[in-house]
């Protein structure tokens, strides 16, 4: 990659760049619901004011997602910050290893379909139910399982993680119902035993992040593998007695489940089966690939670990090479703005607490795990706490803050990024109260940065990767209104994403240089890297998004 050129009317600001990414706060399309803009601000309405203030787009295409019908997620919206361009994500890289046969053709497909064959054995499929086609999508789980039926495939089990985050909460027995119905119309043979096996909510099991809470992935292991657990006739059952149990409990936060009959599991994975993960995104996948995976494995007890052919829908970590074997190949990306900068001899810093530590290192820089250059480069994460969001919904955000100023006044970087989880993390409790105040939490912060930046006559740039917190209830889809519970007559919440843009505010206190707004209207996030580039006095790469400002 070719060194990046200097401007000649621009050196940069003489302190530092600070890039603020606040996950979840979009810009709503309506005022009920939308608690960024009903919770109190100060500092985001006065950036508004006194900044040169834009929107971008943060999902479907612009993202690189198959359709604008797709929402963004943290981890295209990060890939597509940091590397200034558009690359297809793992929704529309699968979709098309599906409809042009390149997944059933692969080597993987056949070796694990042979192996099952051979040994009149068990193919499991471990993932999230649901079309939010965040981390998955079922339309993936049902073409795979139409094509092992047809290669021979005589017995197979779905173990299935329940969304109710990037879907609507408790929306759980649509995509059950579906799937049972599904398995129900596959060619049928007296010896073909195509079930559901096991389940639980998303954030009860298997699907932990950055190593936050390994017990997740250990139940998950108990429930998938061995079986182990309580046990339902059905997968409905499970979901209808828990909701009895626990008035209000939403579909991410179910326990696990077990389908068998009078205590014995339907499906628990043994020596000779093969297992796939259907997921596509990475972050939530990579520990249980390492359980399935890893000889030296120390984070749980796994005796008797079964002997299996194991493959992810995707290779979640190319530099780790987790998991080893996958179906397709995940998208190639290059040229990031980390790795620019690196080259530039740029100090650079990173922090976000746990929840999205990931996010502003890994897929910032292209899914590339480790830095650029030690002596250039600092990661902080700050641990994020073992507790439900919604109890503590002002998070990490302030120890953020406290490390980002320190550092602006230290003059020890010259680039600093960061996140703040709130508007994401606790925008997906579906919890009102405590999203207001985790958007409130990020606004304060906020402004303890935009005082620094200005002592330090450095360059401030706020944002967001997606929307979720400006966009809390559920509407119907024609006519956009809100959709009202039928048991409280409150207005239906709701915890996955928006299709909102994103804000943009350029704060520069010491005028640096004289700047304007790039008047073109489609412009997406992955416009920010050559922003970014741009005012730290570099000319953006040839390729990468235009940026957001243009030098008088």
């Known amino acids: 990659m070719d060194a990046l050129k200097h401007l000649k009317e621009f050196e940069g600001p003489r302190g530092p760049l600070v890039l603020a ?71 529309a890289l699968v979709n098309q290893a599906i409809a042009q046969r390149t997944l059933f053709e692969g080597t993987v497909w056949k070796d694990l379909i042979r192996s099952v064959c051979q040994h009149d054995a068990t193919l499991h499929f471990i993932g999230l139910l649901s079309d939010g086609n965040v981390h998955s999508h079922i339309d993936h789980l049902e073409a795979m399982l139409t094509e092992a039926r047809q290669n021979g495939v005589k017995k197979a089990r779905v173990h299935v993680l329940l969304d109710g985050r990037d879907v609507p909460s408790t929306s759980a027995l649509t995509y059950v119902d579906r799937l049972e119905a599904f398995l129900a119309d596959l060619p049928q043979d007296a010896d073909i035993d195509f079930a559901i ?28 593998v061995y079986g182990q657990g309580r046990v339902f006739a059905s997968c409905r059952e499970a979901i209808e007695t828990y909701r009895t149990e626990t008035p209000g409990i939403i579909d991410q936060d179910l326990p696990a489940f077990v389908i068998g009959a009078e205590e014995e599991a339907r499906g628990p994975i043994r020596d000779g089966d093969s297992v796939i993960f259907f997921n596509f995104r990475g972050d939530r996948a990579i520990e249980i690939s390492k359980a399935f995976e890893q000889e030296n494995f120390k984070h749980f007890d796994r005796e008797p670990r079964p002997q299996v052919q194991y493959a992810g829908m995707m290779q979640y970590d190319g530099d780790a090479l987790i998991p080893n074997r996958y179906l397709v190949d995940p998208p190639g990306i290059d040229r990031t703005m980390g790795e620019y900068l690196v080259k530039a001899d740029v100090r650079q810093m990173a922090i976000s607490e746990t929840q999205k530590f990931g996010h502003v290192t890994y897929f910032f820089n292209g899914n590339r795990t480790g830095k650029f250059d030690d002596a250039l480069e600092d990661y902080i994460e700050i641990p994020s706490d073992r507790v439900p969001f919604e109890e503590r919904p002002w998070m990490k955000a302030a120890e953020i803050a406290d490390k980002v100023v320190d550092a602006i006044h230290n003059g020890d970087y010259r680039f600093i990024r960061l996140n703040f989880a709130n508007g994401d993390m606790v925008g997906h409790t579906g919890i009102i109260p405590a999203v207001r105040i985790a958007v409130e939490t990020v606004d304060l912060c906020l402004a303890r940065i935009v005082k620094a930046i200005r002592q330090a006559n450095g360059i401030l740039v706020v944002t ?54 790039n008047p073109r209207p489609d412009l997406g996030i992955s416009s920010l890297a050559a922003t970014c580039l741009t005012l730290l006095g570099f000319e953006p790469p040839e390729g990468y998004t235009p940026s957001i400002v243009e030098l008088d």
């Open 464 to 517: 967001a990767d997606h929307g979720n917190s400006d966009d809390m209830f559920e509407r119907n889809k024609k006519t956009g209104e809100v959709i009202i519970d039928p048991d409280s007559g409150e207005p239906k919440t709701k915890t996955a994403h928006s299709l909102n843009p994103v804000p943009v505010h350029i704060y520069d206190p010491g005028r640096t240089h004289p700047m304007r707004l």
């Open 21 to 91: 990414i606040m996950d979840g706060v979009g810009i709503g399309r309506y005022e009920a619901g939308d608690i960024v803009q009903q919770a109190a601000t100060p500092t985001l309405d006065w950036l508004a004011q006194n900044s040169l203030t834009t929107r971008l787009k943060a999902h479907g295409t612009a993202v690189g997602m198959p359709s604008d019908k797709d929402m963004g997620n943290s981890e295209v919206g990060h890939n597509a910050i940091g590397c200034g361009r558009v690359f297809e994500q793992g929704a």
């Open 197 to 224: 096996a096991s389940g639980g909510g998303r954030m009860q099991i298997t699907m932990d992040r950055y190593e936050a809470d390994w017990d997740m992935v250990a139940r998950g292991w108990e429930t998938h």
